[in-house]
């Protein structure tokens, strides 16, 4: 469906592949990223953005197998600290719902430098699905873990949890990892989701949301969209939270451009270190926490609003 010219496929009308509304309205591109160029549609009805059609998911692997890898420039810096405080964020997050995670089953889905599944290295069975070969081989000089190339869809056994950051968006088919997912879980087993959480689409400027959708994800959420798809594939959504970085008392006028640095989106320049430093520092020094919780009907937070979500799966 999609042109090998790189002409941009369009269509009016897009059916959305979690609600099955008709009406999906054209709001963006993704390219440059594949050699194609994919139309970006909304869904009026379940708020969910995708891209219609979606690459085809050979083009989706291959980009992770041979262009996903951790870099060594100053933008990774800042990068790298916000993901080891996520991770912990994170950690501290599930075990405030399940208690100490001891004795269990873990599967992680999309692993890059294993950093969060390696939290859970003292358990029982940890396997770490990887398709990029540099990040397996960084995870297992930085951190002992073994990276798996395993496909997810074919995958069989049983774990007691399913770890997936930031890695639902890039699947074609959401709905059907979810249910992989499910197939994958002991009874009455968690999965653990987190998510960027999108602007609605007059929400934000037009050139901030064609910035916010030309990325490597095939959708993208709400809270409404996320919530439809993990109700509708077999689960009950044990918590639900959106947080943001905590740039609570730090000038407003840098705090977007903070948000971006953070976040990997954008190089740090001389005007944004003070800033920069005076967040680390607080982290460090224990004054602030990392990240903060917003209401779930909050505005959109631009660079850094993500929504976490544990699950359990239902009696089949
Ligand atoms: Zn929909």
Redesign the pocket.
């Known amino acids: 469906m999609t042109s090998s010219s790189g002409n941009l496929f369009f269509k009016q009308n897009s059916q959305?592949p979690?609600?099955?509304?008709v009406n999906?309205e054209y709001v963006g591109k993704v390219e440059k990223i594949w050699d194609e160029t994919f139309a970006v549609c909304w869904?009026h009805?379940?708020?969910?953005f995708f891209l219609s059609p979606p690459p085809l998911e050979r083009d989706i692997n291959a980009l992770y197998a041979d262009h996903y890898w951790p870099q060594k420039n100053l933008r990774d810096v800042a990068k790298t600290f916000m993901r080891t405080m996520r991770v912990c964020d994170q950690v501290a997050y599930i075990s405030s719902c399940l208690g100490e995670i001891v004795n269990k089953n873990i599967l992680e889905v999309g692993s890059a430098d294993a950093r969060f599944v390696g939290a859970f290295s003292s358990c029982n069975n940890v396997k770490a699905l990887e398709p990029s070969f540099r990040y397996a081989r960084y995870a297992h000089r930085k951190y002992g873990v073994q990276l798996c190339k395993d496909n997810f869809f074919s995958l069989q056994g049983k774990w007691d949890i399913i770890l997936m950051s930031h890695v639902l968006e890039h699947f074609s088919d959401p709905r059907a990892a979810m249910e992989q997912a499910y197939n994958l879980l002991t009874d009455h087993g968690y999965v653990f989701v987190e998510v960027p959480h999108s602007p609605l689409p007059d929400e934000v400027a037009a050139l901030e949301l064609s910035h916010y959708l030309n990325t490597a994800h095939i959708v993208n959420f709400r809270v409404k969209?996320l919530e439809l798809l993990l109700q509708t594939t077999g689960f009950s959504i044990h918590s639900l939270v959106r947080s943001a970085y905590n740039l609570h008392g730090l000038p407003l006028s840098g705090r977007k451009r903070l948000k971006a640095v953070l976040l990997g989106a954008m190089t740090p320049c001389l005007g944004d270190i003070p800033c920069l430093l005076r967040y680390i520092m607080s982290v460090f020094l224990g004054r602030r926490k990392p990240f903060c919780l917003l209401p779930l009907d909050a505005s959109y937070d631009n660079f850094g609003d993500n929504m976490r979500v544990l699950v359990q799966k239902n009696a089949s």
């Open positions: 959305c979690l609600c099955n509304d999906g869904c009805s379940c708020e969910l969209s």
